[in-house]
C-alpha cells in the first residue's frame, strides 16, 4: 500500500487562526484553564470551542501540538501518543472472506503485502514494514507497522464484524507522530479499502 507522505493542510499558526480562531500559542493557553481532563475530552472540548466545523482534525492537531509542547511522551518507548486515524468499510462478503483478503497473498493485491503469520515479518509493495502480532481468522488482525520513509513505528488494527451478510471493516491506525503520515495513511487505506470493497463485491 503507497502512502503518500503530506499534511491536507499546513499545520502552522496561520492555518491554524484561519480555522479555529486562535493561534497554537492562544489555544495553548486555553487548555492550560480547561475544565475537562483526559486526550479525548479536551479534544471534544476544542472541538465544541471551534463551533463544532467540519474539519474535525483540527481539534486533534492542537491537542498534538499541545502534547509536544509539552514534551509528553509514552514511558516505555519515548514516543507521543500523537493521532490515531480510524477508516471504515461495509463489504458485501463474510468476514472470513475478509480476513483472507488481508492475510493471503492471492487475495490481498489491494493491500500488496506477504503471507501473514503471527511473529513474522510484515512487507508490502508500498514499502511499509513491521511484524504481524495477531491474527484472529474472521475477526481481527494487528500489525506493528513502520511506514515507508518514517522511522518511528505505529500500530494497525483492523476489526471485522459480520451481520446480515455484510462485514464492516474498521482499521485503527494509532501512535502517528505526524500530521504529514496521519493524513497520508488516512488518504491511503480509504482508497485501498475501496479497492477491497471492489474485489469482494465483483
Not at 499534511?7 to 475537562?36: L, Q, R
Not at 492537531?61 to 477508516?87: M, P, Q
Not at 446480515?164 to 471493516?169: C, E, N, P, Q, S
Request: hydrophobic share 35%; glycine share 10%.
Amino acid at each position: 500500500m503507497k502512502v503518500h507522505l503530506g499534511p491536507d493542510f499546513p499545520v502552522n499558526d496561520e492555518s491554524c487562526k484561519a480555522a479555529t480562531g486562535k493561534t497554537f500559542a492562544e489555544w495553548f493557553a486555553a487548555i492550560e484553564t480547561c475544565p475537562e481532563e483526559g486526550r479525548r475530552m479536551v479534544i471534544q472540548w476544542i472541538y465544541n470551542e471551534t463551533g463544532r466545523g467540519k474539519d474535525v482534525w483540527w481539534p486533534t492537531t492542537i491537542w498534538v501540538e499541545f502534547e509536544r509542547s509539552k514534551g509528553v511522551v509514552n514511558k516505555k518507548d519515548g514516543l507521543a501518543d500523537g493521532y490515531h486515524i480510524c477508516c471504515t468499510k461495509g463489504v458485501k462478503a463474510s468476514a472470513q472472506a475478509v480476513y483472507e483478503a488481508f492475510t493471503d497473498p492471492a487475495k490481498n493485491g489491494w493491500l500488496g503485502c506477504n503471507a501473514a503469520s503471527e511473529g513474522a515479518e510484515y512487507t508490502d509493495d508500498g514499502g511499509n514494514t513491521g511484524t504481524w502480532l495477531r491474527l484472529r481468522p474472521g475477526k481481527d488482525v494487528r500489525i506493528a507497522w513502520t511506514t515507508a520513509g518514517v522511522e518511528n513505528p505505529t500500530m494497525v488494527d483492523a476489526v471485522f464484524v459480520e451481520k446480515d451478510g455484510k462485514t464492516g471493516i474498521t482499521v485503527n491506525h494509532a501512535r502517528i507522530q505526524s500530521r504529514d503520515e496521519a493524513d497520508g495513511l488516512r488518504r491511503a487505506w480509504g482508497d485501498a479499502l475501496t479497492v477491497l470493497k471492489t474485489q469482494l463485491e465483483s
